[in-house]
């Protein structure tokens, strides 16, 4: 049975929190008892325009910390919590430096480095970044394979559609032994299969209704066992989104209880960037779920 643990999402999206309060945040959540905290991923986003809509959630002049080096800075700051991207859109980024970065960041925190990928839907972005949009799921297949080899072998020689590499080094190595976990993101049927193939865990939808979720957790179980993998060893995170209501928050975290998720906690409060609470009422928030929800959850 995979290990229960309590998480939190890093408000580093939509938010204009500045490095001290980043910090607060950050160790002020550690103090409380999570076990790990996750932060998003993007690196540009799109102006809307007429031929150029806006698409999600996201607007256009949003503040979003890159999250490598924001992890990197967090494991000098905090001293027991998982770190963790949630999730790192891999197919636009090159992925060596992204083995490189990740290793970094094990070696840094001492071995609490966690690597959550997604293949990205944002087009806009990939352009921008000349990065090819068509190409996310063999580039997905693809770079999960360099990222391994970069972390196991010494010296490196990989072959591939996209990345080449002869007799070449890529040291320190990261003192998690096969490198970061790798754990998956999305909820298309090929990013199921995907996941029970190569991942070392499951981030469910943030947004995901309790129905959803047990829709969706059905199907990765199903595709668990077909590769001969054990579904009741095989991490699901979820984080719903924070709510000071601890009734509802009881109700969800005991249903994703029930469907085996054993990652659980709360994500950010909200997308609205008006809605920005402090620090402190964040902080407080956590506390009494961790102290009144946590404890029921956990227990049952």
Not at 235 to 254: G, V
Request: hydrophobic fraction near 40%; proline fraction near 7%.
């Amino acid at each position: 049975m995979a290990q229960f643990e309590f998480g939190c999402q890093i408000p580093a999206w939509h938010w204009h929190w500045d490095v001290s309060e980043l910090r607060d945040w950050a160790q002020g959540v550690e103090a409380i008892g999570c076990d790990f905290i996750s932060m998003a991923d993007h690196v540009i986003y799109a102006y809307a325009r007429d031929d150029r809509p806006q698409t999600g959630p996201y607007t256009d002049d949003v503040h979003q910390h890159e999250v490598l080096t924001t992890l990197a800075w967090l494991a000098g700051i905090t001293s027991r919590v998982a770190l963790q991207t949630n999730v790192l859109v891999l197919p636009q980024r090159e992925p060596v430096l992204v083995a490189k970065q990740a290793a970094e960041i094990d070696i840094l925190s001492g071995g609490r480095m966690r690597l959550g990928i997604g293949i990205g839907w944002q087009w806009q972005e990939f352009d921008a970044l000349q990065a090819n949009f068509r190409q996310r799921p063999s580039r997905m297949e693809e770079y999960i394979r360099v990222l391994r080899a970069c972390w196991t072998e010494e010296p490196i020689s990989f072959s591939g559609r996209y990345v080449n590499i002869d007799q070449m080094s890529v040291m320190p190595k990261p003192v998690t032994p096969g490198g970061p976990p790798i754990l998956f993101g999305g909820f298309a049927q090929a990013a199921i299969e995907r996941t029970a193939r190569l991942g070392d865990g499951w981030i469910a939808p943030v947004q995901s209704s309790v129905d959803q979720l047990a829709e969706l957790i059905e199907r990765l179980r199903a595709q668990l066992e077909a590769n001969d993998r054990d579904p009741d060893d095989f991490p699901i995170q979820w984080l719903p989104p924070l709510d000071a209501d601890m009734s509802n928050t009881l109700r969800l975290l005991s249903a994703a209880r029930e469907m085996g998720i054993t990652r659980l906690g709360i994500g950010m409060p909200s997308y609205d960037r008006e809605l920005s609470i402090p620090v402190d009422q964040y902080l407080q928030t956590v506390e009494t779920a961790w102290r009144e929800v946590w404890p029921e959850v956990k227990g049952s």
